[in-house]
């Protein structure tokens, strides 16, 4: 599943999956015991609309700012947040993408240690 930022005031900035090929964010923070996993997305930007890069940086690698600063930070006009299915080109879940994603792990295994 992903996130898609609308106006970014349910999605978790740390553990949900809002950026694009990333994961979780958490994962790339050493010590992420000191971050707060219930912090919005809607937390991480300044008064004048803009992402706080700054604070982006003080946690995360430059390769993961480079991906946040490529999605448009959220904004009330956009609407709502969005969970989608991150498997299929329009986000909507079918039961056959779930199918074809299982059937492709048992087409191509992992090799065994």
């Known amino acids: 599943m992903k996130s898609s ?4 005031k349910t ?4 553990k949900d999956n ?8 958490k994962h790339y923070v050493l010590g992420h015991d000191n971050i ?11 008064p004048n609309g803009d992402w706080n890069l700054d ?16 999605i448009p ?3 009330d006009q956009i609407g709502p947040d969005i969970l989608s299915w991150s ?3 329009i986000g909507v879940f ?12 048992s087409w191509y295994p992992k090799e065994m240690s």
Do not use: Q
């Open 11 to 14: 999605v978790h900035h740390w």
């Open 73 to 75: 930070p959220p904004s």
């Open 94 to 105: 079918f039961v056959k993408s779930a199918y074809y994603l299982l059937k492709k792990e």
């Open 36 to 46: 707060d996993p219930e912090t919005t997305v809607s937390e991480m930007i300044l």
């Open 18 to 25: 809002w950026v694009l090929n990333k994961g979780s964010l």
């Open 87 to 89: 498997k299929t080109t």
């Open 5 to 8: 930022i609308g106006n970014s």
């Open 55 to 70: 604070l982006f940086r003080l946690w995360l690698p430059e390769d993961v700012v480079k991906c946040i600063i490529s």
